[in-house]
């Protein structure tokens, strides 16, 4: 079922890495400015490439270690790209007791990729998470930051066909 894994060839515009470069250059001298570093360049870029920590750790004199250190700490940051539309399954207690494991498997299906991973054509990233807070809306899934709730799996999978019709309508 699962396409073989893909890694992403980074690729970087002119405004990207001018803005970085200014924004590292306003952090610059400033004590705790890693974090607001990664956070940052999450922000330009969508994930941390290694190359991003590299120019992040020239420019503010920070081992390369300690930044992939302080990345690695805190759930916020992502190695990886996410696909255009982040769709997040609830697997909280009340979530899977409803049904959102067969939800999950069905994506996984169609999207042809496992909860955790981004599509060869980076539109669907698939995510399972532990709770969203949405107990009394049971199952419940995020795409992006809309959420669905009191899902079965045939109104997920119409949630899903939503957005893949918006994904390759996006492509003409």
Do not use: H, W
Not at 27 to 46: C, D, E, F, R, V
Not at 106 to 135: M, V
Request: charged share 25%; proline share 3%.
């Amino acid at each position: 079922m699962e396409k073989k894994a893909v890694d992403f060839e980074f690729v970087e515009t002119v405004s990207q890495r001018q803005e970085l470069l200014v924004r590292l250059g306003e952090l610059k001298n400033q004590p705790s400015a890693q974090m607001t570093a990664l956070q940052t360049a999450q922000q330009i870029y969508g994930y941390l490439p290694i190359e991003v920590l590299q120019v992040i750790a020239k420019e503010l004199q920070v081992p390369l270690e300690k930044l992939y250190s302080t990345a690695t700490f805190y759930s916020q940051f992502t190695f990886v790209p996410k696909g255009e539309y982040t769709i997040s399954v609830c697997m909280g207690t009340a979530c899977y007791v409803k049904g959102a494991g067969n939800i999950l498997d069905s994506y996984e299906t169609t999207l042809k990729i496992r909860a955790g991973k981004t599509s060869t054509d980076r539109k669907f990233t698939l995510e399972s998470c532990r709770c969203i807070g949405a107990c009394g809306l049971a199952p419940v899934l995020t795409v992006n930051e809309e959420v669905y709730g009191r899902l079965t799996k045939k109104k997920g999978d119409k949630v899903l066909a939503s957005y893949q019709k918006i994904a390759l309508e996006g492509n003409k």
